[in-house]
């Protein structure tokens, strides 16, 4: 199976396949942010240094992540994987090349994932969740909306909106996507990686599709 970098944006689906490629395929899971937390745990001076900059909410740059990932990668490169939050830029994604190449991991697939961003903006803005059982409904989509309006079906809990979830925290993610992803999705593009995948599909729908496109022979 092909290694797998996606672009999406918020609430594209892009856990849901991920999961999937990691539970059902046998794909490392390779995560900047979860390698992040894992090392400023430790008691090195690098951990200590991490874990300052996590607390206090500063932007970790590309000296302290890319030698972390190359790292981890290296564990894990025998596996299929899949990125998360990499490549964040231009810049990583040149140095994901060479780094590829050094490793001749060269056959991968860039996955967009595009959703009309009104559509995303239903999904993150009318998303509720139970904070007593956790679960989660949608109060735009009937299917998912619950029975009582503000209340948990399962546990009768008044239901939230995570702060997260605000239409501002939302448009502000948005914008940050289409300009850090712009010019990614053109390099891909030009590249020959690129494929779509329509996020407006139900999950099993998306994960066929995914599927087709995993499948795709890779020597065109
Ligand atoms: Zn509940």
């Given at each position: 199976?092909?290694?797998?970098?996606?672009?999406?944006?918020?609430?594209?689906?892009?856990?849901?396949?991920s999961d999937?490629?990691?539970?059902?395929k046998?794909?490392?899971?390779?995560?900047?942010g979860?390698?992040?937390?894992?090392?400023?745990?430790?008691?090195?001076?690098?951990?200590?240094?991490?874990?300052?900059?996590?607390?206090?909410?500063?932007?970790?740059?590309?000296?302290?992540?890319?030698p972390?990932?190359r790292?981890?990668?290296?564990?894990?490169?025998?596996k299929?994987?899949?990125?998360?939050?990499?490549p964040?830029?231009?810049?990583?994604?040149?140095?994901?090349?060479?780094?590829?190449?050094?490793?001749?991991?060269?056959?991968?697939?860039v996955?967009?994932?595009?959703?009309?961003?009104?559509?995303?903006?239903k999904?993150?803005?009318?998303?509720?969740?139970?904070?007593?059982?956790?679960?989660?409904?949608?109060?735009?989509f009937?299917?998912?909306?619950?029975h009582?309006?503000?209340?948990c079906?399962?546990?009768?809990?008044?239901?939230?909106?995570?702060?997260?979830?605000?239409?501002?925290?939302?448009?502000?993610?948005?914008?940050?996507?289409?300009?850090v992803?712009?010019?990614?999705?053109?390099?891909?593009?030009?590249k020959?990686?690129?494929?779509?995948?329509?996020?407006?599909?139900?999950?099993?729908?998306?994960?066929?599709?995914?599927?087709?496109?995993?499948?795709?022979?890779?020597?065109?």
């Amino acid at each position: 199976m092909r290694n797998v970098i996606f672009i999406a944006p918020p609430a594209a689906g892009k856990g849901t396949l991920s999961d999937y490629l990691v539970e059902n395929k046998g794909y490392a899971h390779l995560s900047t942010g979860d390698i992040l937390r894992r090392v400023s745990r430790e008691d090195t001076e690098q951990g200590i240094r991490i874990r300052e900059l996590l607390r206090s909410g500063t932007f970790i740059g590309d000296d302290i992540v890319l030698p972390l990932f190359r790292e981890e990668l290296l564990k894990i490169k025998d596996k299929p994987f899949v990125l998360d939050g990499m490549p964040r830029n231009l810049e990583q994604a040149h140095y994901l090349e060479t780094l590829f190449s050094e490793l001749s991991l060269e056959n991968y697939v860039v996955i967009h994932i595009d959703v009309a961003k009104e559509l995303l903006e239903k999904r993150v803005v009318g998303r509720r969740v139970c904070e007593t059982c956790k679960s989660s409904y949608n109060i735009y989509f009937p299917l998912f909306a619950p029975h009582e309006e503000a209340l948990c079906d399962k546990c009768h809990t008044k239901l939230i909106q995570r702060s997260d979830d605000s239409l501002e925290t939302f448009q502000e993610r948005f914008k940050t996507y289409e300009e850090v992803t712009q010019p990614l999705i053109h390099f891909y593009e030009t590249k020959g990686k690129l494929k779509i995948l329509d996020g407006s599909m139900r999950p099993e729908d998306l994960i066929n599709a995914m599927h087709s496109i995993l499948e795709e022979d890779t020597n065109d």
